[in-house]
């Protein structure tokens, strides 16, 4: 699981180059018609042009015209763009999508690794207690977020209890305010990651050689400092991993939001995510095609930032 | 060396019990709501006082049920074969040296890999209306009929059989394709799994791309019927909607516990390529 793309672009192509040229001079026993390998690549290949390249591509082109979704649109410029930045439902949006990974991404880089540590050790039973752990992410996001809706709901366990036990007067209106929305919501997505990335972590530890950790006993290190020092610096990639792809999954939150807030997005909308904004500007029947695919690349902007942040964050690492 | 005095390892095994009921408890939760009949309160016990399986039967009275779940084995059923299938078609080929243009396409095939799909469904939603798929089951499947993870899956299975096995088929007189059904594929299976649960999975669980595609509630997935379930003022009992929701979840788990090292090799095999 080593991060194998992460290393420099240019000492890659040349390693690839290489292998490549090893593996066709050895190949000389197998000879091939020059058209088979595109015979086999031919179905996936038309569909990921049809369904990932050429869509990209239409966004980019529709995000500088008036398009809407039952007509055509003549180019307007960078009219799309201009108008996002004075929209306050695109700034709602945004700020809610960067608050989300904000709060998300550090809670999913170091819980999951807790977890990981808690479930290392091969004591009896700890198969049961890792599967266990895993159950919420083969859970569909409709499944979890029904569930966290009933616990949730102002007649929800969750605030029955807080009653009967005199806690709150009032039940607390975590599905109903849109601060407590957005904040119910990122519990879930937390709740949901915590067995997906725990998963990468324990392959991770996997790695870590034994004797470090046992030299570092010898040292007299105790159970924390082994982890701080010993632990941690040996994951530092696999955090790195973790955080861009749990950033990206946290920008493009929709379901759970949907779910526990409803098809508006919170009262009056005020928890709308980025996604959410772009079913809601681009589709239905006054659907603005054009402004909702230059919120879509604005989206897209953003995930790659942080891919290429996490892509510098571990290249400095390894030099 | 890492001593395990009796204190710690109850220790360990008391976080590991609290974590339990963290992570299985709300599913838990609903799994004994679904349980409980009518007559009692959801809230005034944890367990049903008498356990009932009338809820299931309502749900699937009250909502047609079967048909969505029918409809969802459509699209999974069409995802599975397409993905298996197409994957690991172009999987070998990418494997293979010796060709031109094989770096576009690589570098073509890892774009793709940075566009999230939520920048791309309006557009994608234009292509699959423009062929007359809109609001079909077809127009669910067929965006994600081949994934360009399972394509990287299956390059790096072909890539590590060994090329004596390879030529040794050429010496037999073994044809491309025959080398590829014989050889290749066999040796893949570990991989052709994951491929197979991933894309399942993927089918069964999606809910914002069918949400786009389907108006009709006759072609309604799972999914989305259940958020139909649960929308329904009609239905506001969290009984029914807890019998839904466990229904959906209960053949992904089955699944999980049969098939379980394919689920955690699937986590593994995609971090690389991401």
């Given at each position: 699981?080593?991060p194998?793309?992460r ?28 058209w ?44 799309n ?39 290392e ?9 890792r ?11 409709v ?25 709150v007067?009032?039940p ?24 997906y ?19 570092a ?33 946290a ?7 949907y ?6 997005g ?14 809601e500007?681009g ?37 | ?10 220790g ?9 009921v ?61 993905n298996?299938?197409f ?20 570098t073509?095939?890892v ?12 557009s ?71 491929v ?8 069964w ?11 009709n ?19 506001n ?38």
């Amino acid at each position: 699981m080593s991060p194998a793309p992460r290393t420099s672009p240019k000492a890659g192509r040349a390693a690839r180059r290489r292998a490549a040229r090893a593996q066709e001079t050895d190949h000389g026993l197998v000879h091939r018609r020059w058209w088979t390998p595109y015979l086999f690549l031919l179905p996936g290949l038309a569909m990921v042009l049809t369904f990932s390249l050429w869509p990209f591509v239409n966004t980019v082109v529709l995000s500088l015209t008036d398009a809407q979704i039952l007509r055509g649109g003549g180019f307007v410029g960078l009219d799309n763009y201009r108008r996002a930045l004075g929209d306050p439902a695109f700034w709602t949006a945004l700020t809610n999508s960067v608050l989300y990974t904000a709060v998300v991404v550090p809670a999913l880089v170091l819980m999951p690794l807790a977890l990981a540590v808690l479930v290392e050790r091969k004591v009896p039973g700890i198969g049961f207690f890792r599967s266990a752990y895993y159950t919420p992410v083969i859970a569909s996001a409709v499944v979890v977020g029904l569930m966290w809706q009933w616990l949730l709901r102002s007649d929800g366990l969750v605030n029955t209890v807080l009653v009967r036990l005199r806690v709150v007067a009032e039940p607390v209106p975590f599905l109903t305010d849109g601060t407590l929305l957005l904040v119910s919501a990122m519990i879930v997505t937390i709740w949901k990651g915590l067995g997906y990335y725990m998963v990468f972590y324990l392959a991770a530890l996997g790695n870590v050689p034994r004797s470090l950790h046992e030299a570092a006993a010898i040292d007299g290190a105790g159970a924390l400092r082994r982890f701080l020092h010993v632990t941690i610096p040996s994951v530092k990639p696999m955090m790195l991993l973790v955080g861009t792809l749990s950033a990206i999954s946290a920008l493009r939150v929709f379901t759970e939001v949907y779910i526990l807030g409803g098809e508006s997005g919170g009262p009056g909308g005020d928890s709308r995510t980025l996604p959410f904004l772009i079913r809601e500007v681009g589709l239905g029947f006054a659907g603005e095609t054009g402004y909702a695919a230059a919120i879509s690349i604005l989206l897209f902007l953003l995930t790659l930032v942080f891919s290429l942040l996490g892509r510098r964050l571990s290249k400095g690492d390894e030099r | 060396m890492n001593r395990t005095t009796p204190a710690g390892l109850a220790g360990r095994y008391l976080t590991l019990c609290l974590m339990l009921v963290v992570m299985l408890g709300p599913i838990v939760w609903q799994l004994l709501t679904s349980l409980k009949s009518r007559q009692e309160s959801v809230y005034d016990g944890l367990l049903p006082s008498s356990p009932t399986l009338e809820n299931y039967s309502r749900v699937a009275e009250s909502f047609p049920l079967f048909a969505y779940v029918g409809n969802t084995l459509v699209v999974c059923a069409l995802a599975v074969v397409s993905n298996c299938l197409f994957a690991s078609m172009g999987g070998y080929a990418l494997s293979r040296a010796g060709w031109r243009g094989r770096q576009v396409v690589f570098t073509v095939l890892v774009a793709t890999l940075m566009f999230p799909f939520e920048s791309v469904m309006i557009s994608m939603f234009l292509t699959v209306r423009s062929m007359g798929l809109a609001d079909t089951l077809v127009g669910v499947w067929l965006p994600g009929a081949v994934s360009v993870l399972n394509l990287f899956i299956m390059r790096a299975a072909f890539l590590a059989v060994p090329r004596e096995m390879e030529e040794a088929a050429v010496l037999d007189g073994a044809s491309e394709w025959q080398r590829f059904t014989r050889v290749f594929l066999p040796s893949a299976k570990g991989a052709l799994a994951v491929v197979c649960i991933t894309s399942f999975m993927g089918a069964w669980d999606d809910f914002l791309w069918p949400l786009i595609v389907l108006t009709n509630s006759e072609n309604y997935t799972l999914q989305l019927g259940l958020k139909a379930l649960s929308g329904s003022s009609l239905v506001n009992d969290p009984r029914l909607v807890a019998a839904g929701a466990i229904a959906a979840l209960l053949p992904m788990m089955l699944l999980f516990f049969c098939l379980q090292r394919y689920f955690f090799k699937g986590v593994g095999e995609g971090s690389i390529k991401t």
